[in-house]
């Protein structure tokens, strides 16, 4: 069975940082576009930030600067970098993937992770 598996989530303070991990299980997705979601309590899932194959990077206007998403096509392995974090980035993050073309809309990915939570205290 195809999984995205993500890792690295946890606890941290405001303006502190974390980097978040995604790793296939099951196939490759290095020619994917690969993609972080989040979903804060009571609120809808939103686009955080995407990367093609060929690297190139799209984020939501809410983590702009921030936020730096990256991949690792030897180890088939997506980060999302997270600096400065503040309160409201609290949420349970997605990694997913996509054939393409790029998008923000979460209907258009295939394959998702579990999710892990970030929780930036104020």
């Known amino acids: 069975q195809v999984q995205l598996v993500e890792s690295g989530g946890g606890l941290v303070q405001a303006g502190g940082s974390l980097r978040l991990s995604c790793a296939p299980s099951g196939r490759t997705f290095s020619r994917y576009i690969m993609g972080w979601f989040r979903q804060a309590p009571g609120k809808e899932r939103e686009f955080v930030a995407a990367?093609?194959?060929?690297?190139?990077?799209y984020y939501a206007d809410s983590v702009k600067g921030r936020f730096t998403i990256s991949r690792d096509n030897a180890n088939d392995t997506v980060y999302l970098q997270m600096n400065s974090l503040k309160p409201e980035d609290t949420a349970v993050y997605y990694c997913?993937?996509?054939?393409?073309?790029?998008?923000?809309?979460?209907?258009?990915?295939?394959?998702w992770g579990q999710g892990t939570q970030v929780t930036v205290s104020s």
């Open positions: 990367l093609t194959w060929s690297e190139s990077a």
């Open positions: 997913a993937a996509d054939k393409g073309p790029i998008s923000t809309s979460e209907a258009r990915y295939d394959y």
